[in-house]
DNA sequence: TTGGGCACTTACCAAAAGGTGCATACTTGT
DNA sequence: ACAAGTATGCACCTTTTGGTAAGTGCCCAA
């Protein structure tokens, strides 16, 4: 790995850390998936398209991707309420960006999945942190 | 972006959600950084090079990491310990493929020291999810 | 002998993140 | 008339996460 990073930032420990800390959040990457596909975009498909997705989730960030300029809101002010939520161009490069890690998943699938057998294997995930799920 | 998610898999929404269980934890993406660097190995100088971390939470991690095959640990059975990480094949890999977030991170660092900005000017993060912090 | 470093471990706690369920206001389908 | 869908808001509660502080065993230097 190429240093990318370490030029020492105001805040962060390195750029992968700011990264991380503005797609912290359960859903954001995915969210920012499924938009980058050019998919759904009305907030309903979009929940439907995330399964097990609360609303109270998925408005929550969607709140926040909108917030910190990464993605789009537009209501229509229709009268059954008509909302859409798309990319903003820095939303759009983040997604890139995030590409390589889908591509790693699914290249791995056979180890990662390996991966969570073992870690429910030990009972109800006991080998692991106190407790239970990337904040 | 192209679909390097889609293919549904068992369990995960997508490669990408794969990937983001994998790395979920608070330190790993940056252990995973550290160690891509060639950079500290041993267990006190990845304590030192990542400042604010505790014992627990490194070891937690890097626990964690060995456990998913990420990462190797070699312990020299000396007297005063002397422990060891590096990445294994896997882990390089994965480490490469967050290269991009470093990257997107320090591009975008302007954007991104706006975005926390704004998050802690709206009252102690007033605005946001209830409560502070990637999970 | 006191102090420090090494690599961890454990117990206890606070906070954060996320979940559930109910409510809104209006419309369209049955 | 009644159910369902639309896009949220809000209160309440549990789970998960991470931090603190103290301890362990052993060795070396002052």
Redesign the interface.
Known sequence: ?????T?T??????????????????WK??IL?FL??GGPTRYGELRRA??DVSDKMLI?QLK?LT???LVKRTDYREVPPRVDYALTP?GE?????????????????V???R??A??AASGIDG???PGG???
């Open positions: 790995m190429s240093d990318t990073c030029p930032l105001p805040g962060f420990t390195c750029g992968l850390d700011a990264t991380l800390r503005v797609i912290a959040g359960k990457p995915l998936y980058a596909q995330m399964r929550q926040e917030a910190d300029g820095l490069s983040l997604a890139q960006a995030l590409v390589p890690l889908c591509t790693w998943g699914t290249e791995n699938l180890e990662v999945t991966v969570f073992r870690r080998a692991r942190s799920a990337l904040r």
